[in-house]
Nanobody, 122 residues
Framework: QVQLVESGGGLVQAGGSLRLSCGAS????????MGWFRRAPGKGRDFLAA??????VYADSVKGRFTISRDNAKVTVVLQMNGLKPEDTAVYYC?????????????????WGQGTQVTVSS
């Protein structure tokens, strides 16, 4: 069973930066996809970014501000978030799976972290 654990959330002022990390424990293969979603208060869970090592996909809302990177040896993925805005306030979730499709849909992921809170003050 794969487990995902996020870290790095917190409180930051608008325009600031945060770095979220997610580590996977348990059996994984080289084609393990890792991504990030978020859920803002009162809203559904939205896709942010994902990578399978060969391909990286971003949501338009974060393109140019957020960068996803992965360490295959450690099976970790990092989301570097710059230029944060109050509307980026949400619980951020790491996701993992073996999809060969869009990489942007919740149903493509089998494993989820517990979530980490990011709050951006104006």
């Amino acid at each position: 069973q794969v487990q995902l654990v996020e870290s790095g959330g917190g409180l930051v002022q608008a325009g600031g930066s945060l770095r979220l990390s997610c580590g996977a424990s348990g059996p994984t293969f080289s084609n393990f996809v890792m991504g990030w979603f978020r859920r803002a208060p009162g809203k559904g869970r939205d896709f942010l970014a994902a990578t399978n090592g060969a391909r990286t996909v971003y949501a338009d809302s974060v393109k140019g501000r957020f960068t996803i990177s992965r360490d295959n040896a450690k099976v970790t993925v990092v989301l570097q978030m710059n230029g944060l805005k109050p509307e980026d306030t949400a619980v951020y979730y790491c996701a993992g799976g073996y999809s060969g499709g869009y990489l942007t849909q919740e149903y493509e992921y089998d494993y989820w972290g517990q979530g980490t809170q990011v709050t951006v003050s104006s």
